[in-house]
């Protein structure tokens, strides 16, 4: 019977109590990413697997070990997205948005599914915001996309979060750098873990970022992508520096940073928290100009970011940020007997239709369960309509804080009557 009651493993739900604060965190990030021109995308939450295997690479622990893969009853290959940049980049190419203007700028909000080991920060269902832009070769456009992120990061007052970035170089000094990797890890290959060993003639830089301790502490040792970036590569890299500096952004250069995913060259960057108990990164991203030849467009540069919002949701309660207050009911209409309740009924809907969020019994209960509900939904003021009042067309307003009454009418002037009461109560308040 768990299996009906309980979420799987590696999701959770978000109750409504919750949904506030999420909802401040997406708005926050909304508005950054539009301040900056971008535009929300929405993709399937499945594509082609094929898709993951030639964006994402086929020797990524997202890849190999972590897709929710299916065949469909039509036979084909499907995946839940593992993550947002594959679909973006197949639904640029598709929709050929790249005829409307260069660059094209995407922004996404999305959950994704990578069968991970969960833990603190570690999901199987996890929430990504995320950006993508299309069209920019240019280093000002990798400054542009990581001031973006640090301004959403910034507007939501996290702190101990800091930006580390590193280039990893193009198809043409990767190569060079791919045969020292090679050298070097070959030397002790019979301390690599099995999914390393088989990495090592495929893809030598996967080694780096293995999760297993040995493979880890070898790779601690291994020469350093930046000490073979070719001119432009390097070039490239110090012009995001500035472009960073100007506009003063603090950042690290961390050599060790590759990225679990095979489409980056260049730029690539994690926003990383040192907040005690929650040290990862909550976001990260980078260049990826061979992506969209990789599935088969034009050959047009791209780079992005995302962010991780069950993380970022996770530190900032940590951090006990404050969020904005939950919307609660404004005006509970209560009532004794059923002519009563219809008075209530219609009167709520009015308020409503004003723009006030007003509820009324709907569950047939007597006055003193309705007051207990009003209370524990924390209704602003209340108004009691019984036989007496739909006789005398008045009733009382209460204000559920101070314990104030007014006689409020409950005509045709209902709602005028309310407003200037409740403004005239709040101003006392005041
Ligand atoms: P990623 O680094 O795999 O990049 O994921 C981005 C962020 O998602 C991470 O920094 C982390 O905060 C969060 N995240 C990843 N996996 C999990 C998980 N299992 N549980 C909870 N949070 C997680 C990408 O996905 C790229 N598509 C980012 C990108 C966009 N690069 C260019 N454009």
Redesign the pocket.
């Known amino acids: 019977m768990a299996l009906l009651t309980k979420a799987p493993k590696g999701t959770y739900d978000l109750l409504p109590r919750d949904t506030a604060r999420w909802q401040a965190v997406e708005a926050v990030m909304k508005s950054e990413a539009e301040l900056h021109g971008f535009r929300e995308i929405r993709t399937p939450v499945f594509e082609h697997t094929e898709l993951f295997l030639r964006g994402v690479g086929d020797t990524t622990d997202v890849v190999e070990k972590q897709m929710y893969t299916f065949e469909d009853k039509g036979g084909r290959s499907i995946t839940l997205r593992p993550?947002?940049?594959a679909g973006a980049a197949r639904a640029m190419l598709e929709h050929a948005l790249y005829n409307e203007g260069l660059p094209v700028k995407l922004y996404y909000n999305t959950s994704?599914y990578?069968y991970?080991k969960p833990q603190a920060?570690?999901?199987r269902e996890?929430h990504?915001f995320?950006v993508?832009m299309f069209g920019a070769a240019d280093p000002a456009a990798d400054a542009q996309v990581i001031l973006l992120a640090h301004g959403a990061i910034g507007r939501l007052g996290l702190r101990n979060i800091t930006l580390e970035i590193n280039s990893i170089g193009c198809p043409t000094c990767r190569a060079r750098y791919h045969q020292a990797l090679k050298e070097y890890f070959s030397a002790r290959c019979d301390e690599l873990c099995e999914t390393c060993l088989s990495r090592l003639e495929r893809n030598p830089m996967r080694i780096l970022d293995c999760k297993s301790p040995v493979c880890q502490e070898i790779a601690a040792g291994a020469p350093k992508i930046l000490d073979y970036l070719c001119d432009d590569c390097r070039t490239h890299f110090e012009a995001v520096q500035q472009y960073l500096t100007l506009a003063g952004v603090e950042f690290t250069v961390n050599p060790t940073i590759v990225?679990?995913?095979d489409y980056y060259t260049r730029t690539v960057f994690?926003f990383v928290s040192s907040e005690p108990g929650y040290s990862?990164?909550?976001?990260?991203?980078?260049r990826?100009d061979g992506l969209a030849e990789e599935l088969g467009g034009k050959s047009i540069p791209g780079?992005?970011?995302?962010?991780?919002m069950?993380?970022i949701l996770l530190v900032m309660q940590a951090q006990q940020i404050e969020f904005p207050a939950e919307e609660t009911c404004e005006v509970y209409l209560a009532s004794m007997g059923q002519a009563a309740q219809q008075k209530a009924f219609v009167l709520a809907q009015k308020m409503r239709e004003c723009g006030i969020a007003a509820e009324c019994d709907v569950c047939a209960r007597g006055l003193k369960a309705q007051m207990k509900y009003a209370d524990k939904i924390h209704a602003q003021y209340t108004i009691v309509l019984g036989d007496d009042e739909l006789a005398n067309g008045k009733a009382e307003l209460k204000n559920m804080a101070t314990g104030e009454k007014k006689e409020i009418s409950i005509g045709d002037d209902f709602i005028d009557a309310y407003l200037t009461l409740s403004t005239e109560q709040s101003d006392l308040a005041f």
Request: proline content about 0%; some cysteine; hydrophobic content about 25%.
């Open positions: 993550e947002g940049t994704c990578r991970e920060g570690r999901l996890l990504q995320g993508e990225r679990g995913l994690e990862f990164a909550i976001g990260g991203g980078g990826y780079l992005g970011f995302g962010l991780g069950d993380r």
